[in-house]
């Protein structure tokens, strides 16, 4: 990493979608920026850094609760491709600098619709 290393921004995106294709409900995205400073030796060309800090004050990307959807439950969730419990996107995370981008999407599934039959001959 250069000189030019002293800020770094970390993102984390919530989609929502329907299985069958398109959006469920609006999505959510919020980021944290670290920022360091460091100090050049002239003589050596070496730089000495300083500790990373959240810029806010603040490290934690917040989470959002699961919205929503007439007609649709929320089944499955990843985060960055990985399978996770769509519950966990409603939690928040505190990052780290070395904290990578952050994409979840939690996909929604029509809810099937039951209609109850009577046992046969109790009916007339």
């Known amino acids: 990493k250069g000189v030019d290393d002293v800020s770094r921004t970390i993102s984390r ?11 469920a409900a609006p999505g ?11 100090e050049i030796n002239h003589v050596t060309g070496e730089v000495t850094w300083q500790a990373w800090t959240a810029k806010a004050g603040d490290a934690t990307l917040e989470g959002h609760p699961l919205p929503l959807v007439t007609g ?17 996107t409603a939690e928040a995370i505190v990052a780290t600098e070395t904290t990578g981008n952050i ?3 939690v996909t929604y599934v029509k809810l099937g619709s039951w209609i109850p039959q009577p046992p046969t001959g109790t009916v007339e």
């Open 28 to 38: 959510s995205s919020n980021t944290v920026t670290f920022e360091r400073s460091g």
């Open 72 to 88: 649709y439950l929320a089944q499955s969730a990843t985060n960055n491709g990985t399978g996770v419990a769509p519950s966990t």
């Open 103 to 105: 994409t979840e999407e």
């Open 13 to 23: 995106t919530v989609t929502y979608v329907k299985a069958e294709g398109g959006e």
